[in-house]
């Protein structure tokens, strides 16, 4: 871990009032000549919407995360949208040349590709590979 790391402390969730969460994240800074000269607000990296820090003080701005979950959801949805159809295209295109339908040692990749999200990923992954080239064994 970078020494520069800080110990993030949520005080209080201001929706659920729990407390004393503890959260270790990596403390991006901004890089040493910004193009804009802007200087960069702590909490905000000064390139994308993401928050990456937190003081020990402040609570967590929830309204801003949650914007951010909405943009990466459609970012998601779009993403995995764009995915099917290029694996449908992908397929179509191979059993109208007399091809397999799926293509093991690809699918494999895919598989080690969400490895590192652990389970979750792995069901992930067949989740995405059934909705390219639909169910196995028909
Ligand atoms: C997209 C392809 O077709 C199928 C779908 C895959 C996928 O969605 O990643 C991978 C392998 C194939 O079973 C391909 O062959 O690359």
Do not use: C, W
Request: neutral net charge; proline residues 4%.
């Amino acid at each position: 871990m970078h020494a520069r790391d800080v110990l993030r402390v949520f005080l209080r969730d201001p929706d659920s009032g729990s407390r004393g969460r503890l959260a270790l994240k990596s403390h991006h800074e901004a890089p040493e000549s910004s193009d804009t000269g802007a200087s960069s607000l702590p909490g905000q990296d000064s390139k994308s919407r993401e928050v990456t820090t937190m003081d020990t003080t402040t609570e967590p701005d929830i309204n801003a995360l949650r914007e951010e979950i909405d943009h990466l959801d459609a970012e998601i949805l779009r993403l995995v949208q764009r995915r099917v159809e290029v694996s449908k295209i992908i397929g179509a295109a191979r059993m109208a040349a007399g091809g397999t339908k799926i293509v093991h040692n690809r699918e494999i990749d895919v598989l080690n590709r969400y490895r590192p999200l652990g389970t979750e990923g792995k069901d992930l992954a067949m989740i995405l590979l059934k909705m390219g080239r639909g169910p196995l064994g028909r």
